[in-house]
């Protein structure tokens, strides 16, 4: 009988190692965490002393939601190493309906939204036969491709910062991406699995003595706080809650594709039906506890399964323990100022290779099976134009506003929805039809 690992789903690693592994995770997530919120209560003006208090909301939001995704309440949450975070995907709505309606619209759309994404979870398991590996292996292909760019940008210095691009910010990325190269492929055990938190302390050093690093925020920040919920009421509007509830759709798709990223990524096999269900659900769950804490809404994030497949490591504890950190410094805001402080750079220099990852994930999905005929069509067709439109967001300029906000951007959904109609459509080669019997006769005698 094959040894237990502590790296195992189940496993449970000691805490000096849990805590760097589980640090790694949340380092690579933080910022985009709650750059979302700042940029949408800036918006709307909030109130500097209250968009503070909405991060510290933000924060405990994640770690509460990373908490139930990785070990779930009854059927809510899949049980696997996820972490959760506020996406910048329902950005551009959010906007939209803030603009329109305040940020008490929001918060109602959000709220619907967030409750139409957990009927989603619930009848996932009738409508799972529309999303095989071709299908799942090219949104999680989508995903990673379309986060590339993000991650170069970070590598730069940042969106908006004023020397991107600059050799400084090049040469500190470069730094932590040898470092994270060097600790995963020449060095065993702890080092190796902790490359990328390695690479950040080391980037960070680094970043110190070039005086890249504000310490200003950690000075300022207090020393304890306690996030409450129903800062803000909520306003419904039905144009509002249309328009959320299709990014909710779009999150429930990257959620599907994260959560296949992850298993394949990190133990070589696909989501169970449990696991899909149960992590969409807690989606809108979270989301839900994200409206009553007057917070955007929250779903998986991409990077973390990228650290997933890049380590092998499943341990939901050891995303535990970093959840444990969001949740801290969301009472603690000087833990949050810290983590806050690292450059964009440093974290640029991981992140490339993270967003790689990815999608060597959705490759090796869509390469489970042999990539011919049916399949070979599915995959160009979705990736061709879901990519492409990605890339050349311009093409829908004459599409109305909502369309643009939904299929525009990453290309996701678009290259997701071409995927499932073609998979509906196209007629089973022989080969495969063969094989889809044999799956089916062999999980009857199981």
């Keep these: 009988m094959k040894n237990r690992s502590p790296y195992d789903l189940d496993g449970v690693p000691v805490l000096k190692e849990a805590i760097p592994l589980g640090l790694q995770h949340i380092l690579a997530m933080f910022v985009s965490n709650i750059t979302p919120l700042i940029i949408v209560a800036g918006a709307m003006k909030i109130p500097s002393e209250t968009k503070t208090f ?5 924060m405990l939001v994640a770690g509460i939601n990373t908490m139930i995704q990785a070990y779930r309440i009854g059927p809510i949450g899949a049980r696997l190493p996820i972490v959760v975070g506020t996406s910048f995907a329902f950005v551009p709505v959010a906007l939209s309906i803030g603009s329109k309606y305040g940020y008490e619209g929001i918060l109602g759309a959000a709220l619907v939204g967030a409750l139409f994404e957990t009927f989603i979870g619930a009848i996932i398991k009738k409508i799972r036969r529309y999303f095989p590996p071709v299908v799942t292996g090219v949104i999680v292909l989508s995903i990673g491709l ?3 760019p993000v991650g170069v940008q970070n590598f730069a210095g940042g969106v908006g910062a004023a020397d991107f691009g600059s050799f400084s910010n ?5 730094v932590v991406l040898i470092t994270v190269i060097f600790f995963k492929q020449f060095t065993k055990g702890i080092t190796s699995t902790g490359s990328i938190f390695i690479g950040t302390v080391v980037g960070f050093i680094v970043a110190l003595f070039m005086g890249k690093v504000d310490l200003t925020p950690i000075k300022q920040a207090g020393y304890i706080n306690f996030p409450m919920p129903f800062t803000y009421g909520f306003k419904f509007h039905l144009d509002a809650c249309l328009a959320m509830i299709m990014m909710f759709i779009v999150s429930a798709v990257e959620t599907v594709g994260d959560m296949s990223g992850v298993t394949m990524g990190g133990a070589n096999r696909e989501v169970t039906d449990k696991e899909l269900s149960g992590g969409i659900l807690a989606d809108g769950f979270g989301s839900v506890l994200a409206s009553m804490f007057s917070v955007l809404p929250t779903t998986s994030f991409s990077q973390n399964t990228g650290i997933v497949a890049m380590t092998g490591i499943m341990s939901r504890f050891v995303v535990g323990t ?10 603690f805001p000087k833990i949050g100022a810290i983590l806050s402080s690292v450059p964009a750079s440093v974290l640029g220099g991981s992140l490339v290779m993270i967003f790689a990852m990815i ?3 959705g490759i090796n999905l869509i390469t489970k099976e042999p990539l011919k005929g049916r399949n070979a069509v599915i995959l160009s067709v979705s990736l061709g134009l879901g990519y492409g439109l990605g890339s ?3 093409a829908l300029k004459y599409f109305p506003t909502s ?3 939904i299929f ?6 678009v290259s997701g929805a071409i995927a499932v109609i073609l998979n509906i459509i196209l007629p089973l080669d022989e080969q495969t039809k063969e094989e889809l019997k044999e799956k089916k006769e062999a999980r009857e005698r199981a």
């Design 359 to 361: 999608s060597i994930s």
């Design 392 to 394: 050349v967001p311009a």
């Design 170 to 174: 090049l040469f500190l990325a470069l």
């Design 146 to 148: 379309s986060l590339l």
């Design 54 to 58: 909405l991060i510290q909301c933000t």
């Design 322 to 331: 970093g959840a444990s950190f969001l949740i801290a410094g969301a009472f």
């Design 408 to 413: 525009g951007g990453s290309g996701i959904v």
């Design 403 to 405: 369309l643009q906000l």
